[in-house]
């Protein structure tokens, strides 16, 4: 009896709850762990930052990004990626779009996507193209993306871990043809759909002419159509042309506060070639966290994400014991919670779901965990010896460390600046590198606290002011601040907003108008410029302005409220009354909006003081967003909430609105006029007659340009050619009428 055959597309796999788990590289169990995950990773690979939250039974992932094609969600097109580029980036192989599409349509679940403009729903077709159903305007920059999975329970701890580590260095350079072996190099090519030469610019220091000069052969060829043995020559050439990565290039975390043990390390490793000539060499920083503890714990990142595959630690007879992931390993060290992260443009991959194999760095895995525990061991405090706390070094050595930043005095500087400064000085003396956060905040706050600003020092823009009337988003840091001049009688009202995506809809509504109201955010926690901006805006006695902060209905941002009204540690109060709007627990529990449950922390989070003890104690394992309302419900409470101090729109006292009058009177009146005479006394004629005049006595000025400008320009190198030009000008006009031409007198 003839057997039957069947065939299936390998897409197919990815839609049945039955095999995605396999395409995917996690149990069923994991699941929505790894799909909240890819979403986070893509977000912050591509804009380095982004939001995420419940909004009810849905989650959802938002970035500053350029936008997303909802093509990209169809689980049977072609498998084409960015990702083929060996970068120091979160994604490894490209797939994470299409194990989310499969995901959400295997479990019966929704998936909405907004960006560029418009918002849709993302229904999937028998033949896994995705289709997009247009449900209006989207009004906020950048892409949200939410979803549920039908029954399955959501798990964000991947992408929260993802979020929290998003911090530190960054690597921006380009791929490099050491990170392929020949094989590698080869796929490459097969992949990429453009010419020889658009894929030799993309890589590391191979832009602009070099390019085609090593694609001097395949001009205009595909890269696609090259045989094995030419692409490998083209590998040979590339080296030949350019040195390895140096891996403190790769970036890195960096030191975090609450890991008392950091080791940090950098090598190569290589991976054998089987077909060709060249093997690959790639480079990657290891970083290592420890603190000591009596239950062993170990989160592995790479490139700053968690990893989807299981790395079991557990302590037994003095040792460490580490495996999973190509691991196998015995330290000699006290019990401890111990963090791994590796920034490398390569790692083996075990899984479709991007399970690395830690094996090709083993040895350094366990010689940096050695380091970090002995180091975290040294920092606990040595009984009877006192050691000297990051704040006494930076009260130490501050002013040499200004000294150095500013030139002795000679020019501005910023705070990184300062941090940088201050970084050596730190280490030498209590072992550990400053957290950046720590150092702006807590160190340098308390110090100017006490002391006054520091002269000559700024901070970076972190924070928009967007003007009523005017259309104005106005950046705001430390020197944009110290320029700011209020446009005069044009707001009387100032709403801080935690989030900026609000923005858009205020804007689009009128409501900065309607209300003459400022809107203002630092994307948070107010930054020091912020409470400087303020500060001024209060100045102004003549011009009364009333200040408003709305929130999220959770700890953080209750303490936004409280830090932005009140006097910190780092920073006085505000000269100004501070109007807290919300939202508050009570009233988003009133309103019935959705709550979310918090990831539970073995620390207490901090509350406003304004809280009372009830919901103080409910903020700790629950919080309700501003994005939980709809658009048009916001609209409606903030609105409510506004005009319960509202004091009416801005007009002026009766002299301001006289001046403005007249002056209207001058200008309009003015231009009517001068365009009258104009006309009647021929002005277009005259000067057209005048340029002729001074252009027909000059002439050797204006076949010397080409000449002149750029000797002009070597005397003084801040200028622009057009200054040039204009002293030219100016020129040829003096000459003209010192030989006579009376009529331009």
């Not at 169809?74 to 299409?98: D, H, Q, V, W």
């Not at 896994?128 to 920059?141: D, T, V």
């Amino acid at each position: 009896m003839q057997s039957m055959l069947f065939e299936r597309e390998d897409w197919k796999l990815f839609r049945n709850m039955e095999t995605l788990p396999q395409k995917a590289g996690v149990p069923k169990s994991k699941l929505s762990m790894l799909v909240c995950k890819e979403l986070v990773d893509n977000a912050l690979d591509l804009g380095g930052d982004c939001e995420i939250g419940y909004e009810g039974d849905f989650f959802y992932v938002k970035d500053q990004g350029s936008g997303l094609d909802p093509e990209l969600f169809s689980i049977s097109r072609p498998l084409r990626s960015s990702k083929y580029l060996r970068l120091p980036t979160r994604g490894a192989l490209g797939n994470g779009l299409r194990v989310v599409a499969g995901a959400v349509e295997a479990s019966g679940g929704e998936l909405y996507l907004s960006t560029r403009g418009e918002t849709y729903k993302i229904h999937w077709q028998k033949d896994g193209r995705a289709l997009p159903e247009s449900l209006g305007p989207y009004h906020e920059e950048g892409t949200k993306i939410s979803f549920t999975l039908g029954k399955m329970p959501i798990n964000s701890r991947l992408a929260r871990l993802a979020k929290d580590y998003a911090q530190g260095e960054t690597y921006r350079g380009k791929t490099s043809p050491y990170w392929y072996t020949s094989e590698n190099f080869f796929e490459l090519f097969q992949s990429f759909s453009g010419s020889v030469r658009e894929l030799i610019a993309l890589f590391d220091g191979c832009t602009g002419r070099k390019a085609g000069i090593i694609a001097v052969n395949y001009t205009k060829t595909p890269a696609a159509a090259l045989s094995f043995s030419e692409t490998e020559g083209l590998l040979g050439e590339l080296r030949d042309q350019v040195k390895n990565v140096n891996p403190e290039r790769l970036g890195r975390i960096g030191q975090l506060v609450d890991w008392d043990g950091y080791c940090k390390s950098s090598a190569v490793f290589k991976v054998r070639t089987m077909k060709g000539n060249q093997e690959a060499e790639i480079p990657f920083v290891l970083e290592v966290y420890a603190a000591i503890s009596d239950t062993p714990h170990l989160t592995v990142l790479l490139n700053k994400s968690p990893v989807t595959g299981e790395v079991n630690i557990y302590h037994r007879k003095n040792e460490l014991n580490l495996f999973g992931c190509g691991l196998r390993l015995a330290v000699k060290a006290k019990p401890a919670a111990v963090l791994i992260n590796i920034m490398t443009p390569y790692i083996p991959i075990v899984t479709d779901g991007k399970e690395p194999d830690l094996s090709v760095i083993a040895a350094e895995i366990r010689d940096g965990i050695k380091k970090a525990i002995s180091r975290a061991q040294n920092s606990l405090p040595t009984p009877g010896i006192k050691t000297k706390s990051q704040k006494e070094v930076v009260a130490d050595c501050l002013e040499k460390a200004i000294a150095k930043a500013s030139g002795n005095g000679e020019y501005r500087f910023s705070l990184r600046q300062l941090y940088y400064a201050v970084r050596p000085y730190v280490i030498r003396e209590t072992g550990k590198e400053p957290d950046y956060n720590y150092f702006c905040r807590d160190l340098i706050g308390s110090y100017e606290a006490e002391h006054g600003d520091i002269p000559l020092m700024y901070r970076d823009e972190r924070g928009t002011l967007y003007h009523p009337h005017c259309g104005q988003d106005i950046p705001i840091g430390t020197i944009a601040v110290e320029n700011y001049q209020k446009p005069a009688w044009t707001f009387n009202k100032v709403l801080y907003i935690e989030k900026e995506g609000f923005f858009n809809v205020l804007k689009e509504k009128k409501i900065p108008e309607k209300y003459d109201l400022a809107l203002l955010t630092s994307k948070g926690y107010a930054s020091r410029a912020v409470k400087d901006l303020l500060d001024a805006l209060g100045e102004n006695s003549e011009e009364e302005i009333t200040f408003f902060c709305i929130h999220d209905a959770d700890a953080y941002g209750t303490i936004i409220y409280d830090t932005l009204q009140n006097e910190t540690g780092a920073r006085p109060g505000r000269k100004v009354k501070i109007i807290n709007l919300g939202l508050d627990p009570e009233e988003a529990i009133a309103m019935g909006l959705e709550v979310e449950t918090v990831q539970k922390s073995s620390r207490k989070k901090g509350v406003a003081s304004y809280i009372d003890s009830r919901w103080e104690r409910w903020l700790q394992n629950y919080r309700v967003e501003l994005n939980a309302m709809s658009t048009p419900q916001f609209l409606a409470w903030l609105e409510g909430k506004i005009q319960l101090h509202d004091k009416g729109k801005v007009i002026p006292p009766a002299r301001i609105m006289q001046e403005s009058l007249d002056q209207s009177l001058q200008d309009k009146l003015g231009q009517k006029i001068a365009a009258e005479l104009l006309k009647q006394h021929h002005y277009e004629d005259q000067v057209a007659e005048a340029v002729r005049q001074v252009k027909e006595c000059s002439g050797d000025s204006q076949t010397r340009l080409a000449e002149t400008v750029p000797a002009e320009l070597v005397k003084e190198p801040a200028h622009q050619w057009k200054d040039v030009v204009e002293a030219v000008s100016e020129e040829m006009i003096e000459n003209c009428r010192f030989r006579g031409l009376a009529n331009l007198d």
